[in-house]
Antibody
Framework: QLQLQESGPGLVKPSETLSLTCTVS??????????WGWIRQPPGEGLEWIGN???????YYNPSLKSRVTISVDTSKNQFSLKLSSLTAADTAVYYC????????????WGQGALVTVSS | DIQMTQSPSSLSASVGDRVTITCRAS??????LNWYQQKPGKAPKLLIY???SLQSGVPSRFSGSGSGTDFTLTISSLQPEDFATYYC????????FGQGTKVAI
């Protein structure tokens, strides 16, 4: 059974960099059938796509966040990671990792989410 | 970016009711429209993809329709477990989501 689990600090200071990792179990991140993505949701608000990565390392970012985002993959650990720099309070959100079937181009399976609060 | 607008933002309904939620795109997205259900404290769950295809394991009371700019999600007979927030999402270009529709008792 596929599981995605986000991990990382729950509190980060303004101007610093958020780092989260998604560990995939029950499936291989190196499958050619899937991309892997990050989506966030500020408390009480809607959803915002951050970006996707393929196991080869090819990345696709939301243009509105592109200057601050880096997504990477570690196939040996079956993990992919998110870094978001120059944080402000507006980046406080639940961050979800998700599987993206390449033939559908949508997030079909999500992790449980990790709340990251940006505050001094 | 393509803007997605859902209506209504919230609705009250009873068990057994037929519920319809509308999603409108700011430009044509053909059939690249997906629907998700989210319960409090949980991740979104895919219900419908490509406007009208039911995701595996999703009850048949859920259905989707539309193409171009106008789409609907219909729940034919609302069940207690269906009280949640529903989001549409376009995958035609840079992914964007609607603001959500909360279905409450």
């Amino acid at each position: 059974q596929l599981q995605l689990q986000e991990s990382g600090p729950g509190l980060v200071k303004p101007s610093e960099t958020l780092s989260l990792t998604c560990t995939v179990s029950g499936g291989s991140i190196s499958s050619s059938n899937y991309y892997w993505g990050w989506i966030r949701q500020p408390p009480g608000e809607g959803l915002e796509w951050i970006g996707n990565i393929y196991y080869t390392g090819s990345t696709y970012y939301n243009p509105s966040l592109k200057s601050r985002v880096t997504i990477s993959v570690d196939t040996s650990k079956n993990q992919f990671s998110l870094k978001l720099s120059s944080l402000t309070a507006a980046d406080t959100a639940v961050y979800y990792c998700a599987r993206v079937p390449s033939h559908l181009n949508l997030p079909d399976y999500w992790g449980q989410g990790a709340l990251v609060t940006v505050s001094s | 970016d393509i803007q997605m607008t859902q209506s209504p933002s919230s609705l009250s309904a009873s068990v057994g009711d037929r519920v319809t939620i509308t999603c409108r795109a700011s430009q044509s997205i053909r059939s690249y429209l997906n629907w998700y259900q989210q319960k409090p404290g949980k991740a979104p769950k895919l219900l419908i993809y490509a406007a009208s295809s039911l995701q595996s394991g999703v009850p048949s009371r859920f259905s989707g329709s539309g193409s171009g700019t106008d789409f609907t999600l219909t729940i034919s007979s609302l069940q207690p477990e269906d009280f949640a927030t529903y989001y549409c999402q376009q995958s035609y270009s840079t992914w964007t989501f609607g603001q959500g529709t909360k279905v409450a008792i």
